[in-house]
């Protein structure tokens, strides 16, 4: 049992796709023990993405993320972190697979309609930094 952090990104809850992704999602049997909707300011983006300080792309990308409310999940399953990344399609939806949630949704490299964590450790970050453990399910 593994857990690890979606985010339905402004470009998807702005255009109404929250409830289609997390069908997606729940069909291919990932479980969802928490979710909430939030608005991040340009810090708050900035903390999140800290990883990609140095990238040309963090400036654009942390305004993207703080342009409007997204919706956040904690996913849990066997192999869950893999899985979902899987799911999700590669980072440029014109690379992503058929049947991915970025080949059906996303609108470019940037604006790709969701985050899912890459490993354990940034899953454990990527939780903490929406959630305490109050606000998950068992
Ligand atoms: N991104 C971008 N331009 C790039 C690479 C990434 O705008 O050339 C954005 C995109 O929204 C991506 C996020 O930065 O989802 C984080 O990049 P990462 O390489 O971690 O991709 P992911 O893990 O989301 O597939
Ligand atoms: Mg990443």
Known sequence: MEL???LIKP?????DLTGS???MIQKA?????AL???????NQAQGFYHVHRERPFF??????????PIVAVVLAGDNAIKRYRELMGATDPTQADEGTIRKVFA????ENSVHGSDAPETAAFEISYFFNAMEMVG
């Not at 470009?11 to 255009?15: G, L, P, S």
């Open 59 to 68: 400036g654009e990308l942390t305004e993207y993320m703080a342009s409007g």
């Open 21 to 23: 992704i997390l069908f």
């Open 11 to 15: 470009d998807a809850v702005r255009r």
């Open 107 to 110: 609108l470019s490299k940037q």
């Open 36 to 42: 909430k909707m939030v608005r991040l300011d340009l």
């Open 29 to 33: 049997g990932l479980k969802v023990v």
């Open 4 to 6: 690890t952090l979606c």
